[in-house]
């Protein structure tokens, strides 16, 4: 089974490696930990705002019936930053949803056909929730920056 997380760290070993090698393990665990917690806030606001990780407008929710507001926005609660766990040590950083909200993100984030009731069956179209861009990029480079010019 898939598994919805973002690791951010990887592309970092490969390209600043010896850098890092340099940087003592606490430091590195600082470091992801900060770098996990700023991508985790600026998600959760490309989520609140529905956009996808790559920038574009998320597919639109169908209309709702009962609905009194008719332009709701999707995932007001899954966009909250206390509904994202981070996960950082010396040697990754990662970003994923809480146990509780992981299924709702998971049939969002691949499009997958659920069972909604005994009656019906939905298929979700493909609204990336996390992911890694250029905007994400950069977060991650000024954070390296900090740490190289803190380090040295």
């Keep these: 089974m898939k598994e919805i997380r973002s690791v951010f760290t990887n592309a970092l070993n490969e390209q600043f490696g010896e850098i890092l090698k ?7 665990r600082k470091f992801s930990r900060k770098v996990a917690i ?11 705002a529905n956009r996808n990780a790559d920038g574009t407008p998320m597919t639109p ?15 007001q609660k899954l966009g909250r930053r206390s509904s994202m766990r981070v996960r950082a040590n010396a040697g990754y950083a990662s970003v994923r ?14 499009g997958k056909r659920v069972q909604v009731n005994e009656h019906a ?32």
């Design 61 to 75: 929710r169908k209309p709702q019936r009962r609905s009194k507001n008719k332009n709701m926005k999707m995932f």
């Design 22 to 28: 340099r940087v003592s393990p606490a430091e590195r």
């Design 38 to 48: 700023a991508l985790r806030a600026h998600r959760s606001d490309e989520i609140l």
């Design 121 to 152: 069956r939905v298929k979700y179209p493909e609204r990336t929730l996390l992911g890694m861009d250029k905007q994400e990029e950069k977060i991650v480079f000024d954070h390296l920056y900090e740490l190289i010019n803190e380090a040295f």
């Design 97 to 110: 949803f809480q146990p509780k909200n992981h299924k709702i993100a998971e049939n969002h984030q691949f």
